[in-house]
């Protein structure tokens, strides 16, 4: 489809592709449209910690997405972050509200009323109080870091999306099947990134692997399960990161055999030796998390009563 500009097929009026991206836009409620009827016999409060960490994980991984607006290698991949960062902001979007929805506690005091939940939880909540898991929060490097991160996190993400369309939540569960199509490009593209730098010359093999080797530390922290998400578990609303290791395992392995790379660490349980600590999911981020943060949220603090 032509557009006038390359910018054109982002916009909510884009020859009715406005419901491709993320979850539709020009709406005021983040559930719109979808049963949000709580399941019996659901601890809520377990329920809403292990939602809000599904979507701080995209919260903070679109932002990182959206800081390569205008560093791109090229146009076209400046379109595809771009249409990847939306993406995961609408499954963001969509999972903070419900988040609060469960468990009203978690939205910060003192927020105007008219602020929407999931709009309250993005910008009032401090670094501690978030629960995504570290690797989103790394400051980006090159774009062979960029790549590693992407193809690691959409890996993991994917797995547990498709595992969360079967959620005896009625929302988690059309989030996640709405979402796997989406982060199943994401994979898709990353992969076709590493293939493409790791085969191809000394230095873009150089760059994708030393990223790779970047991220890797953060790698095992994605399968370590909160007390949380085993309480989830057991009422059918949420999934075990652990049981996601093996297809993780399997595609970053035949992803890097052709891109002729080495995975760090890597071994039959998909990654390295040491144990699996929940750290970002208990509140515990670094430094990278909070400079994120002022950026993201300055203008909604310094306008508390904005109405946009």
């Given at each position: ?83 990847i960062a939306l993406d995961l902001l609408g499954q963001a979007r969509s999972l903070l509200a419900r988040a ?209």
């Amino acid at each position: 489809m032509a557009f006038d500009n390359a910018y054109e097929a982002l916009t909510e009026d884009a020859g009715g592709l406005g419901d491709r991206w993320a979850h539709g836009t020009g709406f005021q409620d983040a559930l719109s449209g979808v049963d949000d009827t709580v399941p019996a016999g659901v601890d809520l409060t377990a329920a809403a910690r292990h939602v809000l960490g599904l979507a701080d994980d995209a919260l903070v991984m679109a932002h990182r997405l959206s800081e390569w607006c205008t560093h791109a290698p090229e146009l076209e991949e400046e379109v595809a972050l771009a249409n990847i960062a939306l993406d995961l902001l609408g499954q963001a979007r969509s999972l903070l509200a419900r988040a609060a929805q469960l468990d009203p506690g978690l939205r910060p005091a003192g927020v105007p009323g008219h602020v929407p939940d999931e709009d309250a939880l993005a910008f009032f909540r401090a670094a501690e109080d978030y629960r995504n898991v570290r690797l989103v929060e790394a400051p980006h490097g090159d774009f062979g870091h960029l790549v590693a991160r992407l193809l690691v996190f959409s890996t993991w993400r994917l797995a547990l999306l498709d595992r969360l369309s079967g959620s005896r939540d009625p929302v988690v569960a059309a989030v996640a099947a709405k979402a796997v199509p989406e982060v199943a490009y994401h994979r898709d593209h990353a992969a076709g990134w590493a293939v493409r730098l790791g085969d191809g010359t000394d230095e873009s093999h150089r760059r994708v692997a030393e990223g790779l080797a970047e991220v890797w530390p953060l790698v095992e922290e994605l399968f370590a399960t909160t007390d949380a998400e085993r309480t989830a578990v057991a009422d059918g609303t949420g999934v075990d990161p652990a049981t996601t290791r093996a297809e993780f395992a399997d595609v970053l392995s035949r992803v890097c055999d052709q891109a002729t790379l080495d995975p760090p660490g890597m071994d039959d349980r998909g990654a390295g030796d040491a144990p699996a600590v929940p750290r970002g999911r208990t509140g515990q981020h670094t430094a990278a998390l909070r400079d994120l943060l002022a950026e993201m949220q300055s203008v909604a603090r310094a306008h508390p009563e904005g109405r946009w």
